[in-house]
């Protein structure tokens, strides 16, 4: 009988050590998790800067490349908008 308590609570022991490591390494791995997360975030975030700033500057492109079409646009004006 007093065997099997020992055993009980070895096993007990055992479990309880086995749950913290386990819980450790799943900290361990939400934090990667979380540091993916907000570099993903910032990512986002320039890529979304980046195309507004593109977008802005759309028209003046559209602009620039429907004055080539025309067989006398000044190529002086063209030169100094690019």
Same mark, same amino acid.
Request: no cysteine; glycine share 4%.
């Given at each position: 009988?007093? =065997?099997? !308590?020992? @055993? $009980?609570?070895?096993?007990?022991? %055992?479990?309880?050590?086995?749950?913290?490591?386990?819980?450790?390494?799943?900290?361990?791995?939400?934090?990667?998790?979380?540091?993916?997360?907000?570099? =993903?975030? !910032?990512? @986002? $975030?320039?890529?979304?800067?980046? %195309?507004?700033?593109?977008?802005?500057?759309?028209?003046?492109?559209?602009?620039?490349?429907?004055?080539?079409?025309?067989?006398?646009?000044?190529?002086? =004006?063209?030169?100094?908008?690019?």
């Amino acid at each position: 009988m007093e =065997t099997e !308590e020992m @055993e $009980a609570s070895s096993n007990g022991t %055992l479990l309880a050590v086995n749950f913290f490591r386990g819980e450790e390494e799943l900290s361990s791995q939400m934090s990667s998790f979380n540091e993916a997360m907000t570099q =993903t975030r !910032e990512l @986002e $975030a320039r890529a979304t800067e980046e %195309l507004r700033e593109i977008k802005q500057q759309g028209p003046s492109w559209l602009e620039l490349s429907g004055m080539t079409v025309q067989p006398d646009y000044d190529l002086e =004006t063209f030169a100094n908008k690019v």
